[in-house]
């Protein structure tokens, strides 16, 4: 395994990210256990969470499984670095939700106790909130970090402006402020390109990318197709983006056995090749699923392949950061 510092701060993380999203709702507990000892044994030392994942409000299904795998003891709190996410409706009362400084306390307390932890290594703003001004944010987040509940602060889903305007506020309190961004990345969504990496990278934040795969698109589906497996890209939303990129992913899948790569290890190979990223989210349902992935790692793009998949999968404008990308 591979490990580089998150953003700016010393920590060190693994270039892939456990996902857990599936623990619950996709994939059993024990299989769940399987899965986090498996990424374990590869090194993979970075998981990330959510109080809201496994979809049952206030429940923090995934939360809790992961808390009972932590409870197994043999080290493994101390080899993992764990980041969960507030943000997202945890009741049905108007307080339940957002990012005030009570709900950002009330639900930290809550996800240590389901994650049967003392400390968050890296506690994550889900979604930026408009009607909470960052003097509250930061009071709150200052006072679980001097606590000790919570290491490192990240965001997630921001906009490029967002970014900079909590650093210009954590500033002015000379705290830390993000250390992280975990957005939507990967070849088919590339618009982080414009403003947020620049501005993650100006601030020494680490880019997390979420969906590497786009739903299972870029994970070879039209062969799994053919050889008549389960895939992901087959059924709702992700049948959709199929049907209009079709041509676009059978000459991506060609471009990829001509490398001689899995089109997933391709897809996450790339990722790890782009400026600011420092660990794409693989969100394995099985073991197997888990070991594939490491594959990305072996994957070394020369600047003919990544030429070749500017042109299949084009940048925003011109490429690179605005204006420029739009703009003369």
Request: glycine share 12%; proline share 5%.
């Amino acid at each position: 395994m591979e490990y580089t510092n998150l953003g700016r701060t010393g920590l060190s993380v693994s270039r892939l990210c456990l996902g857990t999203m599936n623990f619950g709702p996709q994939t059993s507990e024990p299989d769940s256990y399987a899965i986090m000892d498996r990424a374990l044994e590869h090194g993979i030392n970075f998981f990330d969470t959510a109080n809201v994942y496994g979809w049952q409000t206030g429940e923090g299904v995934t939360e809790q499984i992961i808390g009972r795998w932590l409870a197994q003891g043999d080290g493994r709190r101390d080899k993992v670095v764990l980041a969960t996410k507030v943000y997202g409706k945890m009741g049905e009362w108007p307080n339940d939700q957002g990012l005030s400084a009570r709900h950002i306390i009330r639900a930290c307390e809550e996800s240590l106790r389901r994650l049967q932890t003392d400390t968050i290594d890296l506690y994550q703003m889900h979604h930026i909130s408009r009607t909470t001004p960052w003097e509250e944010i930061w009071q709150a987040m200052e006072t679980l970090v001097a606590q000790g509940k919570v290491l490192y602060v990240g965001s997630s889903n921001f906009a490029g402006w967002h970014i900079s305007v909590a650093q210009e506020a954590a500033g002015r309190r000379n705290f830390l402020g993000l250390v992280s961004e975990q957005c939507i990345y990967n070849l088919l969504t590339r618009h982080v390109e414009l403003e947020v990496v620049p501005a993650a990278q100006h601030h020494g934040l680490g880019i997390i990318p979420w969906s590497p795969l786009h739903g299972g698109l870029l994970s070879g589906v039209l062969r799994k197709m053919a050889e008549g497996g389960a895939a992901r890209g087959t059924s709702g939303r992700a049948a959709d983006a199929l049907a209009e990129h079709r041509s676009t992913i059978e000459a991506y899948e060609k471009f990829c056995a001509d490398l001689g790569h899995d089109p997933a290890d391709v897809a996450l190979g790339w990722l790890l090749a782009r400026p600011g990223v420092t660990a794409p989210i693989i969100g394995p349902r099985t073991t197997e699923q888990l070991d594939r992935s490491l594959g990305a790692l072996t994957v070394d793009l020369d600047e003919a392949a990544l030429k070749r998949l500017d042109e299949l999968f084009p940048p925003v404008g011109n490429g690179g950061p605005g204006p420029e990308a739009w703009a003369w």
